[in-house]
């Protein structure tokens, strides 16, 4: 019977039932074999595309792509929020500027005030020193940029210093302690002549303000040889009594 069929149609004919087993399992390996490459492109290529395109960004924009970022990642509300200035300008560190509705007078005219916390403190301070004969008075409180901006450039142009010498005896606008109405200048009422004056601190004030001011949360801003260079203020005293005031001071300067 086999002899009946020609011979290229016997070589054919037999082929399909040798090959009938393994070509399904070839086919299906193959099938599969497409099917996880294709995965793996659909799961895998668009996340390396973007990570490319990410370190494009990166290079072409460094601080930009480091925000863009940021707004992705983090709600609305926290990339409002920008870390503190932590710069000094000449020994000199940033301060906000009080609120008005913030400040209380401390002296009877109230041309001198400082914020609530620290006039109410530093009226008890001051009594209670007038209870043993020493007489604090106050020479200046809060002052905002404009006047220190006088203080700072015209002074500075009217005694011919230049811009470092005068930032060793005043703050330029902007980082001076007395914007944020925590610091005040103190003098002696019996020996006015000392005002804002190193010789202030062979004063009575002077003794008694280091022997109690820190009972009234006052401190020294400006000690000698302060890590800061400014000369030494013995008649500048700074509040720290609260944690407003404390973070004002402390914050900044211990950020790294
Ligand atoms: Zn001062």
Redesign the pocket.
């Known amino acids: 019977m086999i002899d009946d069929i020609p011979e290229a149609v016997r070589k054919t004919a037999p082929t399909p039932t040798k090959s009938s087993l393994p070509m399904p399992i070839l086919a299906t390996v193959v099938g599969l074999g497409v099917v996880v490459v294709g995965l793996l492109i659909f799961l895998f290529y668009p996340k390396a595309s973007r990570e490319t395109a990410q370190t494009e960004t990166e290079v072409a924009s460094g601080i930009q792509s480091t925000s863009n970022t940021e707004i992705i990642q983090s709600p609305p509300t926290e990339t409002v929020a920008e870390p503190e200035p932590i710069d000094n300008v000449l020994g000199h560190l940033p301060y906000q500027q009080a609120k008005a509705s913030d400040l209380a007078p401390i002296t009877a005219d109230g041309s001198i005030r400082l914020k609530k916390s620290a006039a109410k403190e530093f009226r008890e301070m001051q009594s209670a020193a007038r209870q043993q004969g020493i007489i604090l008075t106050a020479i ?1 409180g809060f002052r905002d940029e404009a006047t220190q901006e006088y203080l700072f450039f015209e002074v500075k142009k009217n005694r011919r210093q230049d811009t470092s010498t005068r930032a060793e005896v005043s703050a330029p606008p902007g980082y ?3 914007h944020t109405g925590y ?3 103190i003098g002696d009422g019996k020996v006015p002549g000392t005002n804002l004056n190193t010789n202030f601190e062979k004063t009575a004030a002077f003794r008694w303000l280091e022997q109690n001011a820190a009972r009234y949360s006052f401190e020294l ?1 400006f000690p000698r040889n302060n890590p800061q260079g400014i000369s030494y ?1 013995p ?2 005293w700074r509040y720290v009594g609260d944690r407003h005031s404390l973070e004002t001071f402390y914050k900044a300067r211990n950020l790294k």
């Open positions: 200046s001076s302690e007395h610091a005040v200048d801003s203020e008649w500048h």
